[in-house]
Nanobody
Framework: QVQLVESGGGLVQPGGSLRLSCAASGRTFSSYAMGWFRQAPGKEREFVAT????????SYAGSVKGRFTISRDSAKNTGYLQMNSLKPEDTAVYYCAAGRYSGTDDAYDYWGQGTQVTVSS
């Protein structure tokens, strides 16, 4: 089992930045790829970004490419999502997940509880 806890969400103005963290405990986090997904009210959960076990290859949704950066620190068993140039349409609950390197949520076995990000003036 892997337990994941997200933090770092909040209210930010358009154009601002936030860094989300995903703290892992339990089985070795470094054995899994890590992904970030988000779900806005009334919408399906959607892929945001993913990173391999090694922290090498990364993949992003087109809507966040160039603005968001995914990373991980295996020594700290923590993953991150740096979000810059935030837009109102980025407002959602953000979830981290551990599993296989993929842009689809069915590849991930473990999920955090989510953290709310609200982009508004």
């Amino acid at each position: 089992q892997v337990q994941l806890v997200e933090s770092g969400g909040g209210l930010v103005q358009p154009g601002g930045s936030l860094r989300l963290s995903c703290a892992a405990s339990g089985r070795t986090f470094s054995s899994y790829a890590m992904g970030w997904f988000r779900q806005a009210p009334g919408k399906e959960r959607e892929f945001v970004a993913t990173i391999t076990r090694s922290g090498g290859p990364k993949s992003y949704a087109g809507s966040v490419k160039g603005r968001f950066t995914i990373s991980r620190d295996s020594a700290k068993n923590t993953g991150y999502l740096q979000m810059n140039s935030l837009k109102p349409e980025d407002t959602a609950v953000y979830y981290c997940a551990a599993g296989r390197y993929s842009g689809t949520d069915d590849a991930y076995d473990y999920w955090g509880q989510g953290t709310q990000v609200t982009v508004s003036s």
